[in-house]
């Protein structure tokens, strides 16, 4: 029972993570306001293309995020605090606000700015590759990826209703608060990644006589 609760946690966990990081609620504004000019079903067709490539994005960097760490001999440690970093300089820009973002107009919107690097960005990226090398493998990683992006298809399809019950104040309310706990994940990731490096060197630090 304790074997089953444990891994039903970190599935949960490895959820809310990257849920926090994709953040389909906080981009709501920006989803609407880059939307608004197309018709019901062409608007459709974008989210839906939006949500499955970035779901792809991610896949690609979750199955394949070990063979680019051992490529460039980077450690998990060393990823630890790098993917920590960009996700607190995400989580510092969603804190500020993204306004800029609501000004780009792309000639393909389901792929840029929607795909990415509104939803699979460089915080989503990193936050999959540490899931997958830090103790979830690929599981709670897999189905976290999954599950967000039916998630995110949902909340996305229903942007209209969800930006006039929650209004601007409100979606912008939920983006700082995502923005703050994104800036607490980030912290933590950074703190495993020194206590890591440090123990390492510990270990193999040479004994006194």
Known sequence: MNAVSEALQQYFTAFIMLFVVFDALGNVPIFHSLTEGLEFKERGRVIQNSVVIAGVILLFFALGGRLLLDFFRVSVD?????????LFIVSIEGLLGR????????????V???????LAGPGSISLVIYLMEAGY???PTIVSIVAN????WVI?????AIFKVLGKNGSLV??????????AIA???IREGVEGILNSYALHAPSLP
């Open 99 to 110: 306004v800029e973002a609501m000004k780009i107009k792309a000639e393909h919107l389901a």
């Open 78 to 86: 060393d990823f630890r605090i790098a993917g920590g970093t960009i």
């Open 174 to 183: 939920i983006a700082r608060i995502m923005a703050l706990i994104l800036a």
């Open 187 to 189: 912290i933590a990731m």
């Open 112 to 118: 840029v700015p929607l795909a990415t690097p509104l």
């Open 149 to 152: 992006v039916a998630v995110a």
């Open 156 to 160: 996305l399809t229903y942007c209209d």
């Open 137 to 139: 493998g690929s599981g």
